[in-house]
């Protein structure tokens, strides 16, 4: 799997996040950016050719299991670090999705 380690500073709390495609991911979804949990973090960004594979192995990794469904990306937040896995090409809504969680958590479940 290639890496790209990309760094923004910011601060965060504990969870893990994830790209399950549902009815809010339309792009032209508007966030109300007062209910952010936070405004500061540190991103980590890494892609890879195989997504669901890479989110399922750093699912397990940090202790939460895996998915046991299809994602297209996934992301986990802690300390002041959002860590965060797209595929190697990648929409601009799914980074979009990926940062809404690395700012407000779980916003669609």
């Known amino acids: 799997m290639k890496r790209k380690i990309l760094t923004t500073v910011i601060a ?3 969870g893990s996040a994830h790209a399950q495609w549902t009815f809010d991911n ?3 979804r508007v966030f109300d950016m007062k209910k952010n949990i936070t ?3 540190t991103v980590i960004l ?3 050719k195989d997504v669901q594979k890479a989110c399922e192995a750093k699912s397990r990794e940090l202790g939460y299991g895996g998915f046991g469904y299809g994602v ?3 992301s986990w937040f802690f300390n002041d670090r959002c860590i965060v ?3 190697e090409q990648v929409e601009m809504s799914t980074i979009g999705h990926e940062m809404m969680h690395c700012l407000q958590g779980h916003w669609h479940e």
């Open 72 to 74: 297209r990306a996934c």
């Open 39 to 41: 405004n500061k973090t």
């Open 26 to 28: 339309s792009p032209d």
């Open 46 to 48: 890494s892609y890879a």
């Open 12 to 14: 965060m709390l504990v």
């Open 85 to 87: 896995i797209v595929p």
